[in-house]
């Protein structure tokens, strides 16, 4: 009897000598259930959607390597998206412009051009071809794009108009290149620069000698130019019979 509770206590103490297997651990880990972040590369993007076989040549798991251009060079007998033909001339990995969630949206540090002093070739990647080129109404210009665009805003730009030639105002002032000649402007063949500045547009200068006379309220009818006030005395005489073009007021 004595030898019979013996041998049970020791079965008991066996099986609780046993590891128990919870059922997480029974759980076989697969490809649908197995935690890309561990391996410090999360897949997103389209890599959510590629077999493990594509990056994980003949089962080799460790060791892979994560730069884009491991796989997205050609020769490893995959079929993945290349860097295009007419992509910008560089030498920077993928990732520090283009993000693997979104690919089309990219970004790109301009600041880091120009570093070495050199005149910027914008237009060797802003051709229309690499990226956004100069637009068809663009204001007529040979010059570099930073002369007058910045990479940290590219509008509003600047424009020196110290080399602008006379009389050739609207040439980029047209309405479609540059703001042109409003519609309440007063009428007038000459060139912008007769009456306006480039350093201070407004106030702009006439020169009334060539105005003939009785023609003043064409143009100062308090839309085009200030007209007569409110207060003027009451008269149907044109401003030319009292006032001076060389000096308004005192009256004559």
Do not use: Y
Request: aromatic content about 6%; hydrophobic content about 35%; some cysteine.
């Amino acid at each position: 009897m004595l030898c019979g509770i013996a041998v049970g206590w020791a079965l008991c103490a066996l099986v609780l000598s046993v590891p128990q297997v919870s059922a997480q651990q029974a759980t076989p880990e697969t490809p649908q259930n197995f935690d890309h972040v561990r391996t410090g590369f999360p897949l997103t993007g389209a890599h959510t959607r590629v077999a493990c076989e594509s990056c994980h040549i003949k089962g080799m798991f460790k060791g892979t390597p994560t730069q884009c251009q491991f796989c997205h060079s050609g020769g490893r007998g995959i079929t993945v998206s290349l860097k295009p033909p007419n992509h910008i001339p560089t030498n920077a990995e993928c990732d520090q412009c283009h993000r693997s969630s979104v690919w089309t949206v990219v970004r790109f540090d301009h600041s880091r051009l120009g570093i070495s002093g050199t005149p910027q070739l914008c237009n060797s990647c802003h051709n229309g071809f690499m990226s956004e080129g100069k637009p068809s109404n663009h204001i007529v210009t040979a010059a570099q794009c930073d002369v007058c665009h910045s990479v940290r805003i590219w509008l509003p730009a600047t424009f020196s108009h110290a080399l602008a030639l006379p009389g050739s105002c609207a040439q980029c002032h047209n309405g479609v290149s540059a703001t042109g000649k409003p519609a309440n402007h007063i009428p007038t063949n000459a060139t912008c620069d007769a009456c306006h500045g480039t350093r201070a547009w407004i106030p702009a200068f006439f020169d009334h000698a060539n105005v003939p006379p009785g023609t003043c309220a064409t143009c100062h009818n308090g839309v085009t130019a200030t007209g007569k006030p409110g207060g003027h005395v009451p008269t149907v005489e044109s401003c030319d019979v009292c006032h001076s073009t060389q000096a308004w007021v005192p009256t004559l």
